[in-house]
Every structure is written in C-alpha cells, then in structure tokens.
Nanobody, 115 residues
Framework: EVHLVESGGAMVQPGGSLKLSCAASGFTFSSYDMNWVRQVPGKGLEWVSAIHNDGTTGYANSMKGRFTISRDNAKNAGYLQMNSLKPEDTAVYYC?????????WGQGTQVTVSS
C-alpha cells in the first residue's frame, strides 16, 4: 500500500526558511517522479515542484530561485527546501505520487508565513 507522510511544516516569519520532508513507502520510490503541491483553504491545488526519477527538476514560476526539491532514494524520502518565504506561501503542502494510474498524497503539512 502506498503511504506518504509529510512533515516539517511550521510557522515562520517572512523571509524565513523551512525544509519539508516526505517519507514514502509501499512502492519502489526511486522509480517514480515526486511532486509537491499546496492548497490554500478555499482554493484549488497549486503545483509547486517536481523531481523526476532521473533527478531532473521543475518548479512553478513563483517558486523558482526560492524552493529546491530533492530526493534521497536510499531513504525513500523527498524534500522541499523553501527559502525567502512569503505570506502567500502559506498553505498546506502535500507530496504527491502518480502510481499505477492513481494519485497518492499524504495528510499534508501546514506552512504559515506570518509576522
């Protein structure tokens, strides 16, 4: 059974940094792309970043230069380093996997950017 657990969310001041983690189990993590998405209450999901199984990465325009996605296949884990955080980055962040024609994500981790 695919299982994803996000962690690392917190409340930080504008300009601060956070590193989110995603622990994966139940599938061969190294073979699959991993995405981070986020959701603000009352709004839809917003794609944040992706790291492919070959290590190549992609970012939404508003995250480029501030966020860095990475993975450690030996630990079955993915990460999202977030720097220069802004109040508009406030959201619940989810890691997401497309696996065998289905989408999986965890319970999410709350990031709040506020002074």
């Amino acid at each position: 059974e695919v299982h994803l657990v996000e962690s690392g969310g917190a409340m930080v001041q504008p300009g601060g940094s956070l590193k989110l983690s995603c622990a994966a189990s139940g599938f061969t993590f190294s073979s699959y792309d991993m995405n981070w998405v986020r959701q603000v209450p009352g709004k839809g999901l917003e794609w944040v970043s992706a790291i492919h199984n070959d290590g190549t990465t992609g970012y939404a325009n508003s995250m480029k230069g501030r966020f860095t996605i990475s993975r450690d296949n030996a630990k079955n884990a993915g990460y999202l380093q977030m720097n220069s955080l802004k109040p508009e980055d406030t959201a619940v962040y989810y890691c997401m996997i497309f696996y065998r024609s289905a989408i999986y994500w965890g319970q999410g981790t709350q990031v709040t950017v506020s002074s």
